[in-house]
């Protein structure tokens, strides 16, 4: 009996410890940005990078990307190097592929960090096209 109780409370545990571990991960073993103490940042913050990626992304001369988002999920490594760079949403006329060769000439970001040791961290953003 006793043995039978032991089982079930090792096996209760086990499945909330794996629960709490999968919500903490994302992808590649990154963690998503809610799970760590600091999150990721761009060198002078999030206006610089978006100030980056416009003085960078070369626009399409489509008339019908008037001003639409596409949306890229990357992973920020330990030395805030951009890689895994994935998009999520494109809008075609290769809008997609120009936001993923902006972000590989990305100045490197200042990483996550948990437990106050640098980990890896998945990062998702919105990028504005104006034609």
């Not at 809008?95 to 590989?104: D, F, M, N, Q």
Request: aromatic residues 12%.
């Amino acid at each position: 009996m006793k043995n039978v109780f032991f089982l079930l409370v090792l096996f209760f545990v086990i499945q909330i410890v794996s629960a709490q571990t999968s919500e903490r991960f994302v992808n590649d073993n990154s963690y998503s940005p809610s799970s760590v103490d600091v999150k990721p940042k761009f060198p002078g913050g999030i206006e610089k990078f978006y100030q980056f990626i416009r003085e960078n992304y070369k626009i399409s001369n489509s008339k019908e990307l008037l001003a639409r988002k596409i949306f890229v999920n990357f992973v920020i490594e330990k030395d805030g190097k951009l890689t895994n760079i994935k998009v999520l949403r494109d809008l075609g006329f290769d809008t997609g592929k120009e936001a993923v060769r902006v972000l590989l000439l990305s100045p490197k970001w200042i990483p996550a960090e948990l437990n106050g040791k640098k980990v890896r961290c998945s990062y998702t953003l919105p990028i504005e096209i104006k034609s």
